[in-house]
């Protein structure tokens, strides 16, 4: 299993360009959520899905657009990127049950500058 | 909204020495669950270890083990025998009830001297 993947690992934007995060797992969770970090915090949930055809938004969305047509695939679309929104952003998946019997499991992250 | 404080944004350690990193957190919430993660260098966010709310019993994974004070609402994680490859942020999260959406605290730093 390859676990959780994203791509790219890194990119450069200017602002006012979109693009799309992707996030793929092939562990059969249901449950995918995307996470951003910026320097000295903590990651701050953008929007999660629990299964597909049903997305969220978590505590910071403005900016960005999710969908979940299917259970591996869950990506994250920045429609006009603005220098506020440089950061690391992770992609995160589960079965169920809040890591007790299935941890969250995180992607390698991709590294965002919008100039 | 349920908030993850860790106070200490730099800890340092000698090998094989203990280090305590605190953690505490505001929820009015009785079910919940509680993380510490590390991310090393390389950026992946690996998981140390869990502890249900509603359990006493501290948890445990090897060198890692955690102090639940769930009146204090703290949550400290004590890494014993520490190792050069314990070099990582530590982030601290809550997540409500098993909801998924996990709160996370700033992380803290910790450095371990040869």
């Known amino acids: 299993n390859a676990g959780v993947t994203q791509t790219p690992k890194f990119q450069v934007l200017k602002t006012g360009q979109s693009m799309t995060l992707q996030c793929a797992q092939d562990?059969?969770?249901?449950?995918m959520s995307w996470y951003r970090q910026d320097p000295g915090m903590g990651l701050r949930l953008i929007h999660y899905s629990v299964g597909a055809g049903i997305t969220d938004q978590g505590e910071v969305p403005n900016g960005y657009n999710v969908s979940r047509s299917t259970t591996e695939d869950f990506p994250l679309r920045l429609l006009s990127a603005a220098p506020s929104q440089t950061s690391v952003y992770f992609c995160?998946?589960?079965?169920?049950?809040?890591?007790?019997?299935?941890?969250?499991?995180f992607g390698n992250g991709t590294r965002l500058t919008v100039t | 909204a349920q908030t993850v404080t860790q106070s200490q944004p730099e800890m340092s350690v000698q090998e094989a020495e203990t280090v305590t990193l605190s953690c505490t957190y505001d929820t009015s919430e009785s079910d919940y669950y509680l993380f510490w993660y590390k991310q090393p260098p390389s950026r992946q966010m690996i998981l140390v270890i869990r502890?249900?709310?509603?359990?006493?019993q501290n948890a445990t994974e090897n060198r890692f083990s955690v102090n639940f004070q769930k009146a204090a609402k703290s949550f400290s994680l004590k890494i014993s025998d520490s190792q050069l490859g314990d070099a990582a942020m530590y982030f601290c999260?809550?997540?409500?009830?098993?909801?998924?959406?996990?709160?996370f605290g700033k992380g803290t730093k910790l450095t371990v001297n040869p």
């Open positions: 995160a998946s589960s079965y169920s049950g809040s890591g007790l019997n299935s941890p969250l499991h």
């Open positions: 999260a809550y997540d409500q009830g098993g909801s998924e959406k996990l709160v």
């Open positions: 502890q249900e709310a509603y359990k006493q």
């Open positions: 562990m059969n969770h249901e449950y």
